[in-house]
C-alpha cells in the first residue's frame, strides 16, 4: 500500500522512470534539471537525496542509478500518475497529465485505492505510454 506523497521526491521518480522506458540506466542532473524545470545544481541536489534515501547510488559526474527499492518507487509514483490519467481524460479534462501531477499531490488512500478499483486493470495511459504494475 502506497504511503503520502513527497512531491518532489514523486516527480523525481516519474522523471527517473521515463528514462527508464527510454532505455537510460543513469540519470544525470542535467537532463533531470532539463525535464523539471529546475537548476543544475538543484536536480544534483534531488537527486544525491534519492540515493541517500537508499533508493540507488549517485555515481559521481554520471547521475543516478536506482536500485530495486528504487526502481519500485519509480514505478509506483508512474502508474499512479497514468491512472489518474485514465480518470481525467474519461472526464473530458484537456490537460489531464499535468491535473493528474496536481491531484497525485493531495489526494489519499482511498482515493488511490478506488482508482485500482476502477482502471487497475488498464494496460495504457490515455497518451498511449504503458502502465507500469508493481
Ligand atoms: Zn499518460
Known amino acids: 500500500m502506497r504511503t503520502k506523497f513527497d512531491t518532489k521526491k514523486e516527480a523525481v521518480f516519474r522523471t527517473v522512470y521515463s528514462a ?48 530495486e527499492k528504487g526502481e519500485i518507487k519509480a514505478k509506483e509514483a508512474t502508474r499512479v500518475h497514468r491512472l489518474i490519467e485514465c480518470l481525467l481524460a474519461e472526464l473530458g479534462v484537456e490537460d489531464f497529465c499535468e491535473e493528474a501531477i496536481k491531484i497525485s499531490m493531495v489526494a489519499g488512500t482511498s482515493f488511490f485505492e478506488a482508482l485500482e478499483a476502477r482502471y487497475g486493470d488498464r494496460k495504457y495511459c490515455p497518451c498511449g505510454k504503458r502502465i507500469p504494475e508493481v
Open 20 to 67: 527508464l522506458e527510454k532505455g537510460l540506466v543513469v540519470i544525470g542532473p542535467t537532463q533531470l534539471a532539463e525535464e523539471l524545470g529546475v537548476s543544475k545544481s538543484t536536480a544534483h541536489k534531488m537527486l544525491n537525496e534519492l540515493s541517500e534515501a537508499g533508493y540507488g547510488i549517485y555515481v559521481p559526474k554520471k547521475g543516478l542509478v536506482l536500485n
